[in-house]
């Protein structure tokens, strides 16, 4: 009976931590792959965190199963929120897990130069410049998802 219930505990916290597979079983092997991968890339891209991190599919993989474990489909993204925003929901995703952002490599290097040129640090200005490409990244996304 407790087996159960923790097995129900795990499907529950996959759930909320990836969100856009539900309905579509994980492979065996992603525990492996995802593993392998943040030990070749321990970072968020986008902010250099190492906290809270997630392995981003540019193509989801509730859209793009078959590229669950092909690592030219990753990128480590965090949610830890460094900068004020959630990298992997708000630039991964345009803020919707339904939703597949087509042009991620280059919002993160647009990320990316928005921290550099707010001195590489959290403040209140580079957590408004981020906050304000997030909503720009948003909107594009929902665009482009809801054609």
Known sequence: ??????????TI?????DPASCGK???????K??????????????????????????????????????PKNFITLCEGKEFGINDHCNIGHGDNFKFENIEIDSD????????????????KECTKDLSDFAGIVKARVKKENTK
């Open 13 to 17: 916290v996959r759930k909320i931590k």
């Open 1 to 10: 009976m407790i087996t159960k219930a923790i097995e129900a505990v795990k």
């Open 33 to 70: 792959v995802r593993n392998a991968y943040l030990k070749e890339h321990p970072a968020c891209e986008l902010c250099g965190s190492t906290n809270k991190l997630n392995i981003h599919h540019r193509k989801p993989f509730h859209i793009h199963p078959e590229l669950e474990l092909d």
């Open 108 to 123: 993160v290097k647009k990320a990316k130069e928005i921290i550099k040129n707010n001195g590489g640090k959290p403040s």
């Open 25 to 31: 079983a994980r492979s065996a092997e992603w525990p």
